[in-house]
């Protein structure tokens, strides 16, 4: 938080820290909610505004990216999938998590709001085969994880600080014609969201290579900067360098 806010003083960036684990907390306890929420609760507790852009670019591009970042409660985004006026269907990028139980779990909470959740291994296959089905999708994509050495990545400047995104949703966007938003979260009060889908590219534009990423590197900052708590600090998004990642200074 000190390299990302140098601006903000010590009992600032303390505020801050208490805020976000309060926040933490919160999102624990939401995410088990989640099993058993109806749908008016769902629709109270989080707005969907501008969806009618990425139905607008399903039709032109039948695939849309719905790039996420760990803002607010990004679970929740999966009930998206009932808000749709028309024939679109909405598919939840996912890690297998290592405990099995723990990853049963998080499948039955994204599969309960009706979306289907593909497993990153499996993402490929998937796309192959949704170029011959009758509707148009929407990939939620989570894509602010640190990279690995055996990650394909893009550098930006990133809340001060040099960083390395993933840019695999941009390689799969190159690759089957898929346009691309990103998906701002607000926490309006506690416990409620709302969710802003933004343009990032609509398919129609080349971009540069890495443009796309940092475009929604972009993007993300700002939402941070906007609400600084509600962003996932615990997952140590600096962990590694350029020289961890690439072996020089």
């Not at 089905?133 to 939620?140: E, I, K, M, Q, T």
């Not at 930006?156 to 898929?178: I, P, R, W």
């Not at 933004?198 to 900067?225: C, H, V, W």
Request: with cysteine; glycine share 6%.
């Amino acid at each position: 938080m000190r390299n990302s806010f140098p601006e903000k003083s010590h009992s600032e960036l303390k505020q801050l820290e208490k805020q976000f684990y309060h926040h933490f907390a919160d999102l624990l306890v939401e995410v088990v909610y989640g099993y058993r929420i109806s749908d008016e609760e769902m629709r109270q507790r989080v707005v969907f505004e501008n969806v009618e852009l990425v139905e607008g670019l399903g039709n032109k591009t039948k695939g849309v990216i719905a790039y996420l970042g760990h803002m607010g409660n990004w679970e929740w985004l999966v009930d998206l999938n009932k808000r749709f006026a028309g024939n679109m269907v909405e598919y939840n990028v996912y890690r297998k998590l290592k405990n099995p139980n723990s990853d049963k779990m998080m499948l039955e909470l994204r599969s309960k709001r009706g979306g289907e959740c593909i497993e990153k291994n499996q993402l490929l296959r998937k796309l192959v085969a949704l170029r011959r089905a009758d509707h148009s999708y929407v990939l939620g994509m989570l894509a602010d994880q640190k990279p690995s050495k055996r990650s394909s990545y893009a550098w930006t400047t990133f809340l001060h600080q040099e960083t390395a995104f993933l840019d695999g949703s941009e390689v799969l966007a190159d690759k089957f014609g898929l346009s691309a938003v990103y998906a701002h979260i607000w926490s309006t009060k506690r416990g409620y969201y709302r969710i802003r889908f933004e343009l990032i590219s609509d398919g129609s534009t080349p971009m540069f290579p890495g443009e796309m990423t940092k475009r929604y590197a972009a993007l993300l900052e700002q939402n941070i900067i906007a609400q600084p708590s509600m962003w996932l600090w615990t997952h140590n998004r600096w962990k590694w360098g350029r020289k961890d990642l690439e072996g020089n200074v």
